[in-house]
């Protein structure tokens, strides 16, 4: 009986471990409701400092804004000197980022919002909508002219369309 108790203790720890920390919420925060522009960030713990201008969130980060999901170990927000804007952040550990048609991974990612310009490193990858694939040592996305180049070992893999498959092997 102590087994079979144990057994489902596990079971339930594991289960609950893995289906609720880290993963992204369901529904949008209603913030994002009244206010299409704003961004939430969930954290276990967040320290602001504002007199080097930065925020600083730690266990299981989870952001949300209209356009993507991220979810991250840590992440520090670089404000500008009055502490209104956002200047850049970075996001580390199993740092992911999640668009309507675009996911990516890797150990860190960088976001410069002047330049919407995003750098990931730490073994990163990127799938597109479509399931094309891409790694390398340094991606960088631009997504304002919707760009991305790789540096180093760099690997790309294009997988066709079922559409465009079934009409290669018509042909045959």
């Given amino acids: 009986m102590k087994r079979v108790i144990r057994k489902f203790l596990i079971s339930y720890f594991l289960l609950f471990r893995f289906s609720v920390f880290g993963q992204f919420p369901e529904e949008n925060p209603p913030e994002l409701l009244t206010n299409p522009d704003a961004t939430v960030v969930t954290s276990n713990t967040f320290k602001l400092d504002q007199n080097i201008h930065q925020g600083f969130f730690s266990g299981n980060v989870i952001t949300i804004a209209n356009n993507f999901k991220m979810r991250s170990n840590e992440m520090t927000v670089f404000f500008d000197e009055s502490g209104s804007e956002i200047k850049r952040l970075i996001a580390k550990g199993e740092a992911l980022l999640v668009q309507e048609k675009r996911t990516a991974k890797a150990a860190q990612m960088e976001y410069i919002v002047a330049e919407d310009k995003l750098i990931l490193t730490g073994n ?47 042909k045959k």
């Avoid at 960088?140 to 465009?164: K, P, Y």
């Fill in 124 to 170: 990163p990858e990127v799938i597109e909508e479509n399931k094309d694939h891409v790694t390398g040592n340094v991606i960088t996305i631009f997504r304002n002219s919707n760009q991305m180049f790789v540096d180093g070992h760099s690997r790309v893999i294009l997988l066709r369309t079922s559409q465009a498959s079934q009409d290669q092997q018509q």
